[in-house]
């Protein structure tokens, strides 16, 4: 496992820094900036102050190497960065590896080559307390990119005071990713939350493939219909790795008030490599 003590406290260690985005200080800032900036990326950067709306509900932001999803994820920060910090920030990403609980909360503290991520001590043990499913577990998220690879954004976006609460979920039945998000919408009566879904789209299709599934998707999110939504991806085998991370940020959005999906963008890995045979597809957007 890739967990440290520091203190009396412990901090889980990056696992894919160096592979999905470059290890060292420096040049991950670099290759940051160049995600917002270059590309399909949204062309700005989060400078100045942040906004103060604070109307988004939920996000969706992709996972894979920076060099294929960086761009269109930083739709999703830049938009986050302009609409506001919340007080609290959930990350529910999928569980590729099999290992550990099915819901789980890794209550450690997260490093990354710009520096540590707080552990969210008021926030997170309340879902563990609140929620049947839930359990405080970080072995499901040793070997897991699918949130680690969000926080290196949120520290860029928002500075390194951030927290957080990261879930790794593996399991996908409706009760539980509803009963989940409707913990987390109970809190928020009394905390600021936003809740951010890990996802990559379709998957080793072509791009025209991909596109015509993920529309067809998506057509659920827009309809906020998450149990839709989780039925067409089971019925297609659409190849959809976060559906139940997605299927949970629409469900907290819509105890929330949300009233509409927000594309921002859509991508595939062919953008980047021009090889449009056999692509992975990423999606930003958001519940508002």
């Known amino acids: 496992m890739h967990l440290e003590f520091i203190g009396i406290e412990m901090t889980r260690l990056p696992v894919v820094a160096g592979r999905f985005y470059e290890g060292e200080e420096s040049m991950l800032l670099q290759r940051i900036e160049d995600c917002f900036l270059k590309g399909s990326g949204p062309g700005r ?51 590729h590896s099999g290992y550990g ?39 499901a998220h040793s070997a897991e990119h699918s949130i680690e690879v969000q926080v290196p954004f949120l520290q860029y976006t928002f500075g390194n005071d951030v927290s957080l609460v990261p879930i790794c979920l593996r399991d996908y ?10 913990t987390i919408a109970d809190l928020s009566n009394d905390m600021d939350i ?10 080793f299709e072509s791009a025209a493939s991909a596109k015509i599934k993920d529309n067809q998707a998506m057509e659920y999110l827009e309809y906020l219909d998450p149990e839709g939504f989780l039925d067409f991806i089971k019925q297609h085998r659409i190849s959809i790795c976060g559906s139940g991370p997605i299927a949970a940020s629409l469900i ?7 009233v509409k999906y927000q594309l921002y963008k859509y991508a595939t890995s062919g953008d980047v490599t021009g090889d449009d045979k056999s692509v992975v597809a990423y999606v930003s957007g958001a519940f508002i």
């Open 194 to 203: 936003l809740v951010i879904a890990s996802s990559d789209f379709t998957h």
């Open 252 to 258: 907290f959005a819509k105890e929330l008030g949300a």
């Open 45 to 95: 950067l989060p400078e100045g102050d942040p906004g103060n709306a604070r109307r988004l509900k939920a996000l969706i932001a992709p996972h894979a190497g920076y060099v294929y999803s960086g761009m269109p994820a930083a739709h999703s920060y830049i938009n986050l960065y302009e609409d506001g910090k919340p007080d609290h920030i959930v990350i529910i990403g999928p569980n």
């Open 101 to 139: 609980d099915p819901v789980a909360v890794c209550n450690d503290d997260w490093k990354t080559p710009l520096g540590l991520a707080k552990y969210d001590t008021e926030l997170g043990p309340a879902i563990v307390e609140q929620n049947k499913f839930a359990t405080n577990d970080c072995i």
């Open 173 to 182: 039945r409706y009760e539980v990713v509803e009963s989940l998000s409707k």
